[in-house]
C-alpha cells in the first residue's frame, strides 16, 4: 500500500478482517456498545440490529446459516474524514446446494475511533430475501 490510510479506512478494514477470520471479540472492541447495524430485507437477517451483542448475534446466526461458508472479497474503502467510511465488496456463500454471490457495501459512522452505525447495502434484496427463506 502506497498511499497513506486515512485511520477510519485502517479501522474497517481490520473490521473486515476480524469478520472474516470470526474474530467477533475482536470485531465487538471495534464497535460502540449501542452500535446498529441497518440490513436489508425481509428475513431474519434484515432489519435493525441494535446494540453490540444484537449485531454479533446477527453475525453468529448468519455464519450458522451458511455453514460458515461465507467470504467476503473487500474492493475499496473511501472516506470523507469527518466520520464516515464506504466499503464496497463482493460476498459469497452457500446454503445446503444454494449458492450466492453479489456486491454489496457498508456505509460507516464512525465516533471516537470505534463504528456507532453501520448501513449495509445490497445489489439485489429479492435474490437476498430468497437465499435466507431457503428454509422457510
Given at each position: 500500500?502506497?498511499?497513506h490510510e486515512h485511520p477510519d479506512a485502517v479501522l474497517v478494514r481490520q473490521g473486515y478482517e476480524a469478520f472474516m477470520?470470526?474474530?467477533m471479540e475482536g470485531l465487538s472492541s471495534m464497535m460502540t456498545s449501542?452500535?446498529?447495524?441497518?440490513?436489508p430485507g425481509s428475513t431474519r437477517f434484515g432489519g435493525h440490529f441494535k446494540g453490540r451483542d444484537n449485531i454479533l448475534a446477527m453475525y453468529g446466526a448468519m455464519a450458522e446459516y451458511t455453514g460458515g461458508s461465507m467470504r467476503i472479497e473487500l474492493g475499496s474503502i473511501c472516506v470523507d474524514g469527518?466520520?464516515?467510511a464506504i466499503a464496497s465488496h463482493k460476498w459469497y456463500a452457500?446454503?445446503?446446494d444454494r449458492g450466492i454471490e453479489m456486491p454489496g457495501a457498508l456505509f460507516f459512522t464512525i465516533i471516537g475511533g470505534k463504528v456507532s452505525d453501520i448501513d449495509e447495502c445490497v445489489e439485489d434484496?429479492?435474490?437476498l430475501d430468497a437465499f435466507y427463506s431457503l428454509d422457510d
Open positions: 500500500m502506497t498511499h477470520k470470526g474474530d449501542d452500535c446498529t447495524h441497518h440490513a469527518r466520520g464516515h452457500e446454503h445446503g434484496i429479492a435474490e
